[in-house]
């Protein structure tokens, strides 16, 4: 069953089109990854689905409605929560802080709470009273995850969650997915760095110059076909 | 045993301007609006309490309870219908829109209440006084600084224990990332300005109780408060008290060497303060 989908989907980066005519669907419980080079349009994808980036035409559905129209509150509080890239955390809120503001939208009783939370990432538990800008970039990049999964959204947005970070907490960060898979929620994950994501997604879309060129399961993707729709056709 | 006297009358004048100076501090906290029309809305409701006092013929402290909900509906819609507009990355359009705000409620309040001087009456109170030790003390300015402690003290819980203060401090750190957590900044920013007018209903209960007011003495109020702001650290709120205190004790102390020299001591301490911690008192840590 298809959960959220886009529609010819087009969007602009200030004056910059971004996105030309994206078709895009997520069916529910699925992960999905997005890769492709800088500039490719994987982050305007998101940040139009999530709506901070108005859509310059076509749709965005989510669960039958058509919620292209909506503002970014309107649409987390229906259920899709964003882990924005480079983390944005809130440096006058403690770790503990930040993640309960994750909740100031959309109040609800699930799988994700300050406990659970805690569960998954544990050194954030130890850490819950610092700023949330004194912790290393990838307890923070844990700070900024446990901070969406707090609505216990349906769709989750992972905007280049590796990005920035050594490869052995990248590992770390991945490893927190299948459990919050589990817990129900579909995953966009969004990189440039294929590794992580080929291994954790359900399905694999390649997009380059704001269009998707490639789309399948990891399984039957071949490096050199994902080479080719990542940076064009090779010379 | 008469340097003792001023310093208490001083730290209790302190009082006041922290009041006049805690929603000041709030909004510029929050959304980083320096209001040039506060002093004039603290004129504002201190005129608006005194009309229910004398419509309604109540006493102060209920006309305030009546007052502030009201002001706070005024601080919600001007947020909402004129600030919300001039907030951004030039910080030029707020100073010139609260400027002419100002001149605004200057002259509606000439027009609808005179020019005339006007106090609000809380009969026997007034003059009453309590002795503190050595000193003896008067019972509306000890009130006045007590409401000051409480106003201060309220606010600060408000902003760092509960769910709308944190929505204040991570709409003030990045209002884009705020949207994602489902907040809607000009929705927090109304609030906030609504709230920061209760509080100056409450700073206008005492500027009308303690002196005689009319339309035209808002600024000079802007200048004590800010002075409070800005020596306190900008968005501390017990700076503000602080900062408060520093002038009120430095105009009293001014004044019993000279009465002529009562406000300009209060202006050369705030000077000689910002030449020693330039970012104030309390300074965030980040800015």
């Known amino acids: ?235 | 045993m008469i340097w003792v006297d001023t310093i208490v009358q001083g730290v209790l004048l302190g009082g006041l301007y922290a009041l006049f100076a805690a929603g000041l501090s709030l909004v510029f906290g929050i959304m980083r609006l320096v209001n040039l029309a506060h002093g004039d809305l603290i004129v504002l409701a201190a005129y608006l309490i005194l009309f229910v006092v004398t419509v309604l013929g109540v006493h102060p402290l209920v006309a305030v309870l009546l007052a502030a909900p009201m002001m706070f509906a005024i601080g919600w819609g001007l947020q909402r219908l004129i600030l919300t507009r001039t907030l951004g990355d030039d910080i030029l359009p707020p100073l010139l829109v609260t400027f002419g705000l100002s001149i605004v409620i200057q002259n509606a309040l000439l027009e609808g209440f005179t020019a005339d001087s006007q106090r609000i009456p809380m009969g026997a109170i007034e003059t009453a006084s309590v002795a503190l030790g050595p000193v003896s003390v008067g019972l509306i300015p000890l009130l006045t600084f007590a409401s000051a402690v409480l106003v201060i003290f309220a606010l600060n819980q408000l902003f760092y224990r509960t769910s709308l203060g944190r929505a204040f401090r991570a709409v003030s750190d990045d209002p884009t990332t705020a949207q994602l957590m489902g907040i809607r900044p000009a929705s927090v920013f109304a609030t906030a300005t609504g709230i920061a007018m209760v509080v100056v209903t409450i700073a206008a209960l005492y500027l009308g109780v303690r002196s005689n007011f009319d339309p035209t003495i808002g600024p000079a109020r802007l200048i004590y408060a800010f002075e409070a702001v800005i020596i306190g650290g900008l968005g501390s709120l017990w700076g503000t008290l602080a900062g408060g205190i520093i002038i009120g004790v430095a105009q009293t102390l001014g004044g019993s060497i000279n009465p002529e020299w009562q406000i300009l001591s209060g202006h050369i301490a705030f000077l000689v303060v910002l030449l020693i911690w330039p970012r104030g008192l309390f300074p965030r840590a980040f800015d």
């Open chain 1, 1 to 235: 069953m298809t959960l959220l989908s886009t529609h010819g989907l087009t969007a602009f980066y200030g004056d910059f089109q971004a996105l030309f005519g994206v078709d895009l669907t997520l069916g529910a419980g699925e992960t999905l990854a997005i890769i492709g080079a800088n500039g490719a349009g994987k982050s305007t994808l998101l940040r139009s689905v999530c709506g901070l980036i108005p859509a310059a035409s076509g749709m965005i559905r989510f669960d039958g409605a058509d919620v292209g129209a909506l503002s970014a509150p309107e649409i987390m509080a229906l259920g899709i929560a964003m882990v924005p890239e480079g983390r944005r955390l809130f440096p006058s809120l403690s770790v503990e802080e930040n993640l309960l503001i994750g909740t100031y939208g959309r109040k609800t009783q699930g799988t994700w709470s300050l406990s659970t939370v805690y569960d998954l990432f544990p050194v954030l538990r130890e850490r819950r009273h610092n700023p949330g800008t004194a912790l290393s970039g990838g307890q923070q990049q844990m700070v900024a995850i446990g901070r969406a999964l707090m609505s216990n959204p349906r769709v989750l947005l992972c905007d280049e969650i590796s990005l920035g970070l050594a490869p052995v907490v990248i590992k770390d960060i991945y490893a927190a997915l299948p459990r919050i898979k589990e817990g129900g929620t579909s995953v966009i994950v969004v990189e440039q760095d294929i590794g992580q994501a080929l291994r954790v997604a359900d399905r694999v879309v390649c997009m380059m110059e704001g269009r998707i060129t490639l789309e399948g399961t990891p399984a039957r993707l071949t490096r050199a076909v994902i080479h080719d729709a990542y940076f064009g056709a090779r010379v």
